[in-house]
């Protein structure tokens, strides 16, 4: 069933600044952002026997200030000393912060974390992209356990766009690219696995892109809705897409790359008991936890970020 209001959602923007900017410079032009010396503390209290009080960070979207806040929680019901430091920015500018210590973890996804730190990697595959991250990360930077929970960029189309033009796949949309324009971040143009993927996997040209910086939220949803764009790119775990009876478009060819959630860390002050705790987290979130998470913090419901995942660790029996 088609719901007449567009659940509310801003997705992860995986482009954000240009290379190059210093991250003193990209910090000031976040904003919203929380300054990297203003740490807000998770709920729980930690044990000074477990080393150094840890801070997690987050991006410039809801999923991943949640997911900071389960990090968070999870290491101080461990008697981990954790706090947060939310809304940080894009990838550009999280990860300086996780490299000169600003922040000691943040909340990542398996191959755009790829993509990032190696521009030419092949590996698609859940498996594949996490054997190939040890090698690829600079030194004093580690992932640990990823999670089961995926949440990965999809070509989503409405459902009478589908059903008018048979499409199934990007195999399908390759047939009449060229009469559609796409929403998504400026950076899809430019990005491996945007245009340029997209012309080398599938021969698909699009007509023309319609930047959106709300990251496949409402801007980009109406669009869509509307039919000012006849294809989007939109989160699989962006509750809209059910909300509103969209089709994600399958992807044979793996074009888009496989996106487990799995901690980023600095390997400097982190203790094998906290590592302990976040990998128990990676144990048991799912990507539909993602989705009903997305949904209490953009949707109806406007929980914060904290409240989200306390009501998540608590359901979980990670925090009594």
Known sequence: MKHTNPTSLTRRGLGGLAAGLGV???????????PLDSPSTSAGSGSAD??????VGSADFPESQVIGEIYAGALNAAGVTASTKPNIGSREIYFKAVQDGSVDIVPDYSGNLLSYVDTEATEVSAEDVYKALPGKLPEGLAVLEPAKAESKDAMVVTKATAEKYQLKSIEDLAKVCKDFTMAAPATFETRAYGFPGLKKNYNCELKGLQPFNDGGGNLTLQALLEDKVQVADIY???????????????????NFKA?????LYNKSKMTDKAKEALNNV????TTEDLINLNRSVSGDQKQSAKDA????????????
């Open 282 to 285: 990676s144990k048991i979130l």
């Open 50 to 55: 477990s080393g150094a009080p840890l801070v």
């Open 24 to 34: 003193a410079l990209a910090l000031s032009a976040c904003g919203g952002g929380t």
């Open 309 to 320: 995942a306390a009501a998540w660790l608590k359901d979980k029996g990670i925090v009594k």
């Open 259 to 263: 996106q487990q959630v799995l901690p």
């Open 236 to 254: 699989t775990t962006t509750p809209s897409i059910a909300d509103n009876d969209l089709v994600v478009l399958e992807d044979p060819k793996n």
